[in-house]
């Protein structure tokens, strides 16, 4: 059964410095990637995915991603954080079967500091 | 733009009560799916619907229920609240494959006293 591992709960870091949350995820079949971010009170939204080709992925507000298959890995990352990039992220995979169904990380809490 | 909206951001009920929470979807999806998120435990499917009158569980539908007759709304309800069903709930739709990502709703914070 596919499964997602975010490694790190919370994330402290000044603003300004570079970022990277960690996700590896198991799956013994080909998979879809998904990274989304959850800001204070809303509800999620799409930063990126990665589904096939080039595996750097570039997604909205400087975020990218890299899909590494050898490491089951798809780590986050941003050069220069903000202030309002202070949020919940969480990392997901597809499920087995072709049906939408999303299995989600634990999610990692982005705390951006002045 | 499109758009998921759930009928309440904040509700308090009562031990024993019968709670419905909807969601309404405007972009023609195939599928709508209900979660609960708690902190340290990321998202937790409770059920998900791939058409009208479909449902199948998700890992968590005990104590849940849920009522798809359109398209566009889908319904989770919870026959006899318990303090434990105290959560934020989500709602998020999609196209059918599974390249497709979700759309969610705002959420709604429920808390049962």
């Known amino acids: 059964a596919q499964s997602v591992t975010q490694l790190d709960s919370q994330v402290p870091v000044f603003e300004e410095a570079p970022v990277e ?9 080909s998979v879809y990637l998904f990274w989304y971010v959850q800001y204070p009170n809303q509800g999620l939204q799409l930063l990126l995915k990665y589904l096939s080709g080039s595996t750097l992925v570039k997604g909205i507000n400087g975020f990218e991603a890299e899909f590494n298959k050898s490491q089951t890995s798809f780590h986050l990352r941003k050069p220069s954080v903000h202030i309002s990039d202070t949020a919940e992220y969480f990392c997901a995979v597809t499920g087995s079967s072709n049906t939408g169904k ?3 990380g634990q999610g990692t809490t982005l705390q951006v500091k002045p | ?6 009928s309440s951001r904040y509700l308090v009920k009562r031990t024993g009560e019968k709670v419905f929470l909807e969601c309404v979807q405007d ?3 195939e599928n709508m799916f209900w979660y609960r998120q708690d902190p ?3 998202l937790r499917l409770i059920y998900f619907s791939y058409d009208v009158k479909m449902k199948e569980k998700g890992d968590i539908p005990e104590g849940y229920s849920v009522s798809r007759e359109k398209k566009e709304r889908f319904s989770l309800i919870l026959e006899s609240a318990s303090t434990n069903q105290t959560s934020m ?7 059918m494959r599974s390249r497709n990502e979700q759309f969610f709703g705002p959420g709604t914070r429920l808390t049962v006293l």
């Not at chain 1, 949350?21 to 079949?29: H, M």
């Open chain 2, 27 to 29: 972009m023609d999806h």
């Open chain 2, 1 to 6: 733009d499109v758009k998921v909206t759930q």
């Open chain 1, 102 to 104: 999303l299995i989600f």
């Open chain 2, 89 to 95: 709930y989500l709602c998020a739709s999609s196209f």
């Open chain 1, 21 to 29: 949350l960690r996700c590896n995820y198991s799956s013994s079949v």
């Open chain 2, 40 to 42: 340290g435990l990321g």
